[in-house]
């Protein structure tokens, strides 16, 4: 008989599901395994010191809850349990965990590894799907049932035993999003029983897996809410998520998951575990909080929990990565950054206008919440437009381009880097934007300019220029209704070229004693052409008439 190789999963049976007309409103209780599931996935997993170093930056994050390792895998872990308890390296108010398998000795052990610890959650688990029952275990559902059963009859003895500590309870139904949900509840029923403390107060976690992602977000939502309807105690619960990325929905699953009614997820962050990974906690938790939920967590300087998670890890972070990529707020699109670069100017009009004081447009969130910087949001290449190449330039530099002369500056910067076939820097855009702008190469060099207020009229001006023209030295006068004026009656004696100025547009850059004037002159020509020049100076005329020679020499490059 022909079969399939694959077939389309089956929907769960549950056509008046809730959670679809549900949002989240509040944050889930969060769950780090980074040093167990994460760290047993990592090609070199991390000596003990690194794991108290990662252990130490969690707890500063705000984790809670915090899975440290396998006690009974080796004496490594078990070691590693034991130095955070016997040096008081725990937080108070921090949960560890330790995980084991549904098995007698292996339960011991990791019960041994707890003693002492002030909070401490055992995390049991097995694998009730057919699939591990057939052809893993070899076992029957009903000897699958008392196995779990005997498992947590001797967990509860075991933490019994050890009244100064809070021991909780967590009981994973592995591989749950592949199991019969009806089998999944019968099953975390008899373990509920056999536990037989769990309460509001202390509630049993019942950790709900897509420990391989098997099905399309909705299912996984559909079989918790199931299980959360028909769990007879569920005030005396805690339903917890696990979801792993193999078809790269863990974030999606996990957000709908939480719709349909779970209260806590376990994951890693930027989604560390086996194959891969687990769910990424860094975009679960910084979702949240774009939505204007309290997460209850720390990611101000989520770069510096990067930098420490690749070191700690040896495993880089994709550079478009959600929210901790280095690409994560940068535009390259010239549309994307022009819009950018307005939205951000008019912030101050957005609680008025959208009732939120973040809107802008092309970024969900303000990347200065999470420690990321603004002059890192655009990035300059081939396909950038003048928009990112002004906001880069008033970013890192303080220059602030005029509008009607950002276009011809954006011609310079794309042929530039096109020239250069790649990504450019601020100090490259800088770079283009002095050598067309500001000191083009040309016939003219200005010596010196000396106006001169008349002695009847100080608003009437007479104004002397030296300038060398190809090499040659020249001096004229001239007079007029203030300092620019009389300079262009003054060179317009000496070039070929029929020019006026109107307007212009100046600005200070820097403070004190260190301060320049920049001065943008349009020189307009007959014809109605008009070529920009820039020039720079302590004095703002003295600016102004190095830029109608930048812009001279510019014309005569052309």
Known sequence: MSVPKYKIPEMIDLPDRQWPSKSITQSPQWCSVDMRDGNQALPDPMDPDQKLEYFQMLCEIGFKHIEVGFPSASQDEFDFFRKLIEEDLIPDDVFIMGLTQSRPHLIERTLEAFKGCKRGIVHAYIAPSDLHMKQVFGMERPQLIETAVAATRQIRALADAMPESDIRYEFSPEE??????????????????????????????????????????????????????????RDCITVSLHSHNDQGMAVAATELALMAGADRVEGTLFGHGERTGNVDLVTCINNLYSRGIDTGMDFSDLGHVAETVERLTGMPIYYRQPYAGSYAFTAFSGSHQDAINKGVHKLSEAPDRFGMGWKVPYLHIDPSDLGRKFERLIRINSQSGKGGIAWVLEQDFGIEIPKAMQPELGRYVQAYSEKVGREISADEVHQVFQSEFVAPEGPYELIGYWPRPDDNDPTFIHGEVKVKVNGGEKVVSADGNGPVSAFVAAINQIVEVDFTVDDYHEQAVGKGADAQALAYVPLKLEGNGVVFGVGADSNINQAAVRAIVAGLNRIAKK
């Open 176 to 233: 749950y999003t592949d199991t019969d949900v009806d089998f999944s509840l019968e099953l975390c029923e008899a373990v509920f029983a056999a536990w037989g403390k769990g309460t509001p107060e202390k509630p049993v976690i019942m950790n709900l897996p897509a420990t391989v992602e098997r099905r399309p977000p909705n299912h996984y939502a559909d079989m918790i809410e199931y299980f959360c309807r028909n769990f007879s105690k």
